[in-house]
């Protein structure tokens, strides 16, 4: 559902408390809500306490690595002898996930927080806010919340009155899908074509410009100011399973669901209750076939999985899938498996920045197979043939865009043989597909 | 008749200039200032020529193939005159699964677009199919021109088309 609308009792609501609320956009409105006040308190704090408090949080990257926040923090050089910079990844684009543009499109204040916070731990005196070419909205609301934060002092030479200096600034993205992994970004940044960079060296010590550079997602950020506001102690005890995914997470849940939106819940929720209840279950007369949990790049699950699923990092782990960046794509009976995984791997084919041969070829290959099965003209071996190619994919390029492609169609034809097979026997209807 | 080519009219003067002068200053690099240049150019020419990626590589000190290399890596470059409202139509996965192919059928009948990527006669739209627009909760997601319209069907679209004339 689009905001304005009441959080469901059972959402756990943190960084969506103001989503809807339009008066929370301007910077008076977010300081009466409580607005920078977790800034001028981590001003008052030496950067590496900043940064311990982030680890003693459990903060993990929500952007789909789930690496710690804090521990990625600390990999900057600790004695500065040139500019550092910040990133954040607005990039928004991996199919399932649209939880980033409703955090800049309500609290742009509270993502411009918690970017300040997280320059002061890490020294940087420039921001970059990486926002995908499409997010035209967004990206007028970053700008116009940027301007008036400069213009009230919470930007610029001193921040907030103090001796630290920070400049932000929005950077366009203009279409690449790849420009959310956090090498192509940097590039993107630096005005070239958007492909990704063999590390290491890791961007903590060459980053944007050669400069050591921290990248962090966008609800990664905003979730700072509420672990420097209420502490770490608190921020942990979200907790209801893994004591290693703690605090809050946004869940995007789209396709065949009766109530498609963004829900906050606690980590450790499970997905049958964000299903069947906060989202009110499948569409009249269906039911549930499949999830892919954590955006379009992660191994699907089929129903006994997914009902059986909880939602943290290593509750989907156990399910052979990942959390990754929390865009749940529910596919109701209705669905046609084949086709979608064609249809993911067209995503992947169109999205490779054609570096690497394993990817630019590797995708390609998956969708025209899928398109000659779903032609009604496959055989049985082409099944072999893309579990094949799939292995070929992953693990073997420069990033891992080539194993996203592998993962949902690889798991897709292990748990639901017997659609592909329909296609490849005569069971089913050939599909035409354009080639 | 010969027709005498029309001269190409530089886009970074006066104003513009000083605009990207400012934009440069956010950046270590003239390098840097190339993604906002393009969009610069785009905004005011509609689309980015080939005397336009000439001029911005002369502007920016970069040679006129680096930025080919880089207009056409992105895909909301246009690297050819659009129709007046340029139509994007997410139909990946999420959007699929919610009819975004009904989507595109109606816009192409009520546009009059022969077909995807391509301009009505008059000249007033072009249909682009576009990987996930980020908006997978309120499919079908469009963005005509720089406005980002959710929930759109098929229902819907010739309502929607009233407003771009």
Redesign the interface.
């Known amino acids: 559902m689009g905001y304005p609308h009441k959080p469901h009792p059972n959402e756990t609501v943190v960084l969506s408390e103001h989503f809807g609320d339009a008066e929370a956009r301007s910077y008076d409105g977010w300081v009466q809500r409580g607005g920078y006040e977790a800034l001028k308190k981590a001003l008052a704090m030496e950067p590496p306490a900043v940064i311990d408090e982030v680890k003693a949080a459990g903060l993990r990257g929500r952007g789909g690595a789930g690496f710690p926040a804090g521990v990625k923090w600390d990999f900057m050089p600790k004695k500065k002898t040139q500019p550092h910079y910040l990133c954040c990844n607005a990039d928004e684009s991996e199919p399932g996930t649209f939880k980033d543009r409703e955090i800049m499109r309500w609290t742009p204040h509270g993502l411009i927080e918690g970017c300040l916070i997280a320059a002061h731990a890490i020294r940087a005196e420039t921001v970059y806010i990486y926002i995908r070419g499409e997010f035209t909205e967004a990206i007028a609301i970053m700008e116009r919340a940027l301007a008036e934060a400069y213009d009230r002092g919470a930007l610029g030479k001193r921040v907030m009155g103090s001796e630290v200096a920070i400049d932000m600034y929005v950077h366009r993205g203009a279409g690449a899908y790849i420009c959310g992994e956090e090498t192509a970004l940097m590039n993107s940044i630096e005005g070239k074509r958007g492909n990704p960079r063999i590390r290491p060296p890791f961007p903590a010590a060459v980053g944007v410009f050669s400069k050591p550079t921290t990248i962090n997602n966008v609800e990664t950020l905003a979730s700072v100011p509420h672990i420097l506001n209420r502490g770490a102690a608190w921020y942990k005890s979200l907790c209801l399973s893994n004591p290693k995914s703690t605090g809050t997470k946004l869940m995007s849940v789209c396709g065949h669901i009766a109530k498609p939106g963004n829900y906050e819940v606690t980590m450790g929720f499970p997905m049958k209750d964000l299903i069947y209840d906060l989202c009110g279950g499948m569409q009249p007369g269906r039911t549930l076939k499949a999830v892919i949990p954590g955006g379009s790049s992660v191994p699907v699950l089929n129903r006994e999985e997914a009902e059986g699923c909880v939602l943290d990092y290593e509750g989907c782990v156990e399910k052979g899938t990942m959390l990754g960046s929390g865009g749940m794509i529910v596919f109701d009976d209705s669905a046609d498996m084949v086709y979608q995984m064609m249809r993911i791997a067209k995503f992947y084919a169109h999205e490779s920045c054609a570096q690497c041969t394993q990817c630019r070829e590797g995708t390609g290959w998956t969708v025209r197979i899928l398109q000659k099965i779903l032609a009604g003209e496959g055989a049985l071996q082409d099944l072999d043939l893309l579990l094949d190619i799939g292995e070929q994919m992953t693990g073997k390029t420069i990033c891992v865009l080539s194993d996203s492609c592998a993962a949902p169609v690889g798991s897709a034809i292990r748990k639901f043989r017997g659609e592909f097979e329909a296609y490849i026997n005569g069971a089913r209807r050939p599909v035409a597909v354009a080639v | 008749m010969m027709h005498e080519a029309t001269a190409y009219e530089p886009v970074f003067t006066g104003e513009r200039r000083a605009e990207l002068d400012r934009v440069l200053q ?4 003239k ?6 240049a ?2 610069m150019i785009q905004e005011q020419r509609g689309w980015i020529s080939e005397e336009a990626m000439v001029e911005v590589a002369e502007v ?1 000190g ?1 040679t006129p193939a680096y930025v080919e ?2 207009v056409t ?5 246009h690297r050819h005159p659009v129709g007046k409202h340029f139509i ?1 139509v997410c ?4 959007c ?3 009819g975004a192919e009904g989507v595109v059928e109606a816009l192409l009948e009520r546009t009059g677009c022969r077909e995807l990527g391509a301009t009505s006669p008059d000249g007033r739209f072009t249909v682009v199919e ?10 079908t997601p469009l ?1 005509i021109n ?3 319209i ?2 759109v069907t098929p229902e819907t679209v010739p309502e929607l088309l009233k407003g771009y004339q």
């Open positions: 956010r950046y270590p690099t390098q840097a200032g190339l993604l906002p393009l969009w920016l970069l290399g880089v890596f992105y895909t909301m470059y994007q139909t990946t996965t999420p699929n699964l919610c576009v990987e996930c627009l980020g908006a997978c909760g309120f499919a963005l720089d406005d980002f959710e929930n």
